[in-house]
């Protein structure tokens, strides 16, 4: 649906995976960052680059955001098929008719909505870190909200009220194979009609839209320390470096009814600001808890073209431990390789690739059986290809592609290639101005698509 996406797209807006993309000039590149980094973000990309220690003092705040929409295409599939058979028959008689074929796609079409990853997926990053020779403390905060739909796809639920009035209706109704004898029996002992609570009709559609929330504040002290290979001409190093970090998290959870006054119609999501205010803007966390962990990095140079880099993340496997009591979230270690090329002064070309793969997990709630289960919705490894022309280092063009590399080797992956475009301006080597976007079409509103943007103003002395 063309403007219910669009409304979604917003929400998510003010907020895919392996290690999210933080900060634009990663975020101009693809990702490809783990052998370059030289800025705030070394934090969060490869903590080996403070041993570089350029600068007197530095200090980056950043912010930016992703939004990854997989729910365009079930909306307008719905949208066609509901528009089409909108037109409920006035004659009982022609019931059976309806509901074998009519009601039976809107049944199938409703399934869609319950494919696991359906929905919105949106990012928000934030983070700031001041960095004085080769130590560094850092905030990073990423918030990661899914807004998804569950259809109730139950068919004695996706009866309307207004076919449930009168003996004659349910009369045909039974007929048409769509009640049992004990239901027929109910609603007549109700004085042919449903009431709330019956489980017969829309009234007692469960259909949701679920929005869950989890933020992670990450809070870290890094140090880094630089050897120089060969004289000091040749520009050769290799740096080494970690980050001790305390994890701050944050869990959401909202939803909101598909069904209003017994009918379930697409302009019923159509909203305006109160609904993002109150249902969005105004979530409050459910629960916190608190953790531990470390990030370990390498990053070096060779030559006058060839620099690498090595981020272990996570390196040991802590947990969040949750107020509430519930099941801890396991923090997954991750490890990233990076090499660049300069094939001449200011050219950079990178690639980075996670060499652990990691499952995408999406937690869905059932209404019907209050019970929320973790569903693996893909595997994902990320490969990041970038380019950066630096021009007498004071403006600086960037371009990039990220993608998730399993679906270049597996036919089950899925297979999401993300276009990125950044530039940076350097102000007499003091101030510098990074903007960037990322997307996968140019054309939005008939396809799924992604979207995302990230900036910050850094200071350097």
């Known amino acids: ?87 409920l028959p006035s004659d009982p008689a022609q019931y059976a008719a309806f509901f074998n074929s009519v009601l039976t796609d809107v049944e199938n079409s409703l399934d869609g909505f319950n494919e696991p990853g359906v929905g919105v997926i949106g990012n928000m990053h934030a983070g700031v870190t001041a960095k004085i020779g080769s130590i560094g403390f850092s905030w990073v905060d990423i918030t990661k909200i899914e807004v998804g739909p569950w259809a109730d796809t139950r068919r004695i639920r996706l009866i309307p009220i207004n076919y449930l009035d009168s003996q004659a209706e349910i009369y045909a109704l039974y007929a048409a194979g769509e009640l049992t004898a004990a239901q027929y029996n109910l609603l007549g002992s109700q004085g042919w009609s449903t009431i709330t609570g019956a489980g017969i009709g829309m009234d007692d559609d469960q259909s949701v839209i679920s929005l869950d929330g989890f933020a992670q504040h990450d809070i870290a002290a890094s140090y880094g320390y630089s050897w120089r290979l060969g004289n000091r001409r040749s520009g050769d190093f290799i740096g080494v470096g970690g980050s001790a970090k305390f994890i701050l998290g944050e869990r959401f959870r909202n ?8 009918q379930l119609d697409p302009a019923n999501l159509v909203t305006g600001p109160n609904w993002l205010f109150e249902n969005v803007f105004g979530i409050d966390s459910t629960t916190s808890g608190y953790g531990f962990s470390m990030d370990i990095g390498v990053q070096g140079q060779i030559g006058e073209f060839f620099h690498f880099g090595i981020l272990g993340r996570n390196l040991i496997p802590f947990e969040i431990k949750w107020q509430d009591g519930s099941t801890p979230t396991r923090i997954d270690p991750m490890v990233r390789i990076g090499v660049a090329f300069e094939p001449f002064t200011g050219l950079n070309l990178a690639i980075d690739i996670d060499a652990l793969e990691k499952d995408y997990t999406v937690s869905v709630y059932n209404p019907v059986t209050q019970r929320e289960e973790d569903i693996v919705v893909d595997k994902v490894r990320d490969l990041s290809i970038g380019v950066e022309w630096d021009i007498a280092e004071i403006f600086a063009i960037r371009a990039g592609i990220n993608t998730n590399y399993n679906s270049l080797i597996e036919d089950k992956a899925r297979a999401n290639f993300l276009v990125t475009f950044g530039f940076g301006i350097n102000v007499v080597g003091v101030l510098q101005f990074d903007l960037a976007v990322m997307t996968n079409q140019f054309s939005a509103g008939e396809h799924n698509s992604t979207l995302g943007g990230s900036a910050s103003l850094g200071i350097s002395l």
């Open 255 to 262: 939803s909101i009814d598909l069904v209003k006054a017994g």
């Open 1 to 87: 649906m063309r403007r219910l996406t669009l409304v979604l797209v917003l929400v998510m807006a003010i907020s895919v995976g392996a290690l999210e993309i933080y900060g634009p000039r990663a975020l101009g590149m693809g990702g490809a960052q783990v052998a370059l980094v030289d800025d705030g973000t070394c934090a969060y990309w490869n903590p080996g680059a403070f041993g570089r220690g350029d600068n007197i003092f530095e200090a980056s705040p950043v912010w930016g955001f992703v939004v990854a929409d997989n729910i365009t295409e079930a909306m307008n599939e719905f949208e066609d098929t509901f528009r089409d058979n909108r037109e």
